[in-house]
């Protein structure tokens, strides 16, 4: 079972290299740091759900974390607006294929069953939170119970999303944003403290990954968790 103190670990060594490596891979620089930093998000909350299921003591076959396709089917309201008459006989005629493959980072299913999903961001700004609202909209009107969440190194989203106080408020911007997508209760986790700087990307300017802020991360999963034990 992986511990906080392995996940900090993990985020030293690679990052204070990350640099290092960029230049000495094959890849675009900032291809290979931009791959390297999604990728080690991912590996950050994958082992924090980990951790979250087995502080509930919730048995480690219960626990699956995937993230494959969810299909979207096509409305047959829309389809019924279509006006030119062929094109929606042709829709209709050929229903069963008009479906849309969708998936976000990590979906964990407890039992079998789909219980949340969590978007893994390097860093996140507002035109991101579009996207991002937008594919939980999808996903929810197959899937409408499960809890949506998005875990970021960084935050690029003003407020005090990259403060990491006890209450976030967020920001005026992305509260108004979210306000039009009121089937998401999306809530977003900063691991890193201090706001994104393009100027003082974190593989050159580093930034600690605090394990007072990973624990806070496994208590938040362990408390939505925890009902399914």
Known sequence: MPSINEIIQTYDSILKVADKDAKESERAYGGFLRSLKGKLQEYITGEIIKIAWHSLDGGESRLEVNSKKIRIPIRLSYV???????????????????????????????????????????????????????????????????????????????????????????????????????????????????????????????KPLKYDNVERAVKLLESYLKEFV
């Open 80 to 206: 019924h607006k279509i006006r030119e008459t062929e094109v929606r006989e042709y829709i209709l005629q050929n229903i069963e294929q008009y479906q849309y493959g969708l998936s976000v980072d990590k979906h964990i299913h407890i039992d079998g069953k789909f219980v949340m999903a969590i978007e893994c961001k390097a860093f996140t700004e507002n035109a991101m939170i579009k996207r991002i609202l937008v594919d939980f909209h999808l996903i929810k009107t197959v899937c409408p119970n499960i809890s949506c969440f998005l875990f970021q190194l960084e935050s690029q989203l003003t407020g005090d999303y990259s403060a990491l106080p006890e209450t976030v408020y967020g920001s005026v911007s992305t509260h108004s944003i979210m306000s039009y997508f009121e089937d998401v209760d999306l809530h977003i986790f900063t691991l890193l403290e201090g706001e994104r700087s393009i100027t003082k990307p974190i593989h050159t300017f580093f």
